[in-house]
């Protein structure tokens, strides 16, 4: 017995992701963007390598300073990116083979489609029988581009400013799902597309003891292909199609001449004709998720300190049991103390002498009366002695006016997690990051 995953359902599968991870109107899910992790690493430029195991997930829980909500244009499909370089031979789409064997980048120098210099996307329909491209594919007209160097390539789609500068990344590019985040070009290109036409006829075999061209056919479901061969050496070295028809779902090319062996393939276009779906057609089984920070967030993340890791979370509850869906929220608790002399360590642990809560420290800003707290175990009893356990400091806590977070530290999905080299928190900067998770 035999089976294979099909591309369609490794596309589904990730807009199936998109939808119920992002999209606040099914199940009512809420998903957020975190981070956190004050502690260091034992090697502050090689994070720790993150892994499912529970005991990692629940430490990115008990870690996370600051939560941001995200929504459906947060997320996208996408593709790797590839540049277009000279000299490259690159691979012609073929939808007669199987789609995993030839999109999986087993051989990702040979892509069959490009990114070039202008950021519009181009598929590969021929490279002109294995040549290297020398000629960079430009424009963003709905026509076939046939270039000098034997190559013909088909405009897919170029990004609006707001999404490239969102999603487009040295290694991935976005590609649109909806109409309303498509440029005009992309559109345009939907809507001016052939359905089974036959821009490309490869020559498998170039056969012998051919002294005149001979005739081609096509013979199949479509109609009003016309092609004409060109031989060399008493071969057939190409099949130059003179008029690309339409209609086909098969079609089988007959050489009728005086040689013999020569056998050929016409490339049907796929379902909707080339340029009509560039999700299925460049295989957009990645889902690419875009994330900033900026600054303090209105107020709300802390200027101050160092983060480790990110990620996403879903569904984090609050302490009645109900689920968070602020906008943004932190992690943090804002106790209140007295007569201290010195000042707590960043990531401190801290012990309440009565009651035996603990707590880390986030910052302590050494005013003598307040004190941002994470991590908070247990309750702290009015008037009792904290003691850090590092310093040796001692402060008295004080109830009035302590504000606790409401955050259930503990709750939510985590449905992605990465840990990262450490960053520095400034006021005027913004941190963006992109997570990428394959279907």
């Known amino acids: 017995m035999s089976a294979t995953t099909t591309l369609a359902s490794r596309i589904i599968n990730a807009k199936k992701y998109i939808n119920t991870h992002f999209d606040e109107t099914f199940d009512d899910n809420h998903i957020y963007f975190y981070n956190g992790r004050l502690q260091p690493w034992e090697d502050e430029y090689s994070p720790k390598l993150s892994t499912s195991a529970e005991s990692e997930i629940v430490d ?15 997320v996208m499909l996408g593709i790797r990116r590839f540049n277009w370089i000279l000299n490259t031979i690159y691979t012609r789409a073929d939808y007669n083979v199987e789609y995993t064997d030839y999109r999986n980048w087993l051989h990702p120098e040979q892509p069959f489609y490009v990114m070039n210099s202008e950021e519009n ?8 029988n294995g040549t290297q491209s020398l000629i960079e594919p430009t424009g963003t007209s709905f026509e076939y581009l046939y270039l000098g160097d034997g190559y013909i390539w088909k ?4 990004l609006k400013d707001d999404i490239a500068d969102k999603f487009l990344t040295d290694t991935w590019i976005p590609v649109p799902v909806r109409d309303e985040d498509k440029s005009v070009d992309h559109l345009f290109i939907e809507a001016n597309t052939i359905e089974g036409d036959i821009v490309y006829i ?12 001979p005739e081609i056919h096509i013979r199949g479901d479509g109609s009003n292909t016309l092609a004409t061969s060109i031989i060399e050496g008493e071969k057939i070295t190409h099949i130059q199609v003179n008029n690309r028809g339409e209609g086909y779902n098969f079609a089988n090319v007959e050489i009728f001449g005086n040689g ?13 004709g080339h340029g009509s779906d560039a999700i299925h057609e460049l295989g957009a089984f990645y889902v690419v998720t875009s994330a900033e920070l900026i600054g303090d967030e209105d107020g709300v993340l802390p200027i101050i300190g160092t983060y480790r890791n990110v990620g996403l979370v879903e569904n984090t509850k609050d302490s009645n049991d109900d689920i968070i869906i602020s906008e943004s929220i932190n992690t943090l608790s804002d106790i209140n103390i007295s007569n201290t002399s010195g000042k707590f360590m960043t990531n401190e642990l801290v012990i309440g002498e009565d009651s035996l809560a603990e707590a880390r420290i986030y910052f302590d800003p050494f005013d003598g009366t307040t004190i941002h707290m994470f991590r908070i175990w247990g309750e702290f009893i009015d008037g009792e002695n904290i003691h850090g356990q590092e310093t040796g400091e001692v402060c008295v806590y004080e109830d009035a006016g302590s504000t606790y977070t409401d955050v259930d530290i503990l709750s939510g999905d985590i449905i992605y997690k990465e840990n990262i080299i450490f960053i520095t928190r400034r006021e005027i900067q913004i941190e963006k990051f992109v997570f990428v998770v394959e279907f």
């Open 60 to 74: 990115h829980r008990l870690q996370r300073i600051f939560m941001k909500k995200m929504g459906l244009d947060d």
């Open 155 to 158: 405009f897919m789609f170029n």
């Open 202 to 213: 490869h020559v498998d075999d170039d056969g012998k003891d051919y002294t005149y061209a």
């Open 260 to 272: 013999t062996e020569a056998k050929a393939t016409a490339m049907i276009a796929p379902p909707g």
């Open 121 to 128: 996307v181009y598929k590969c329909i021929s490279n002109g």
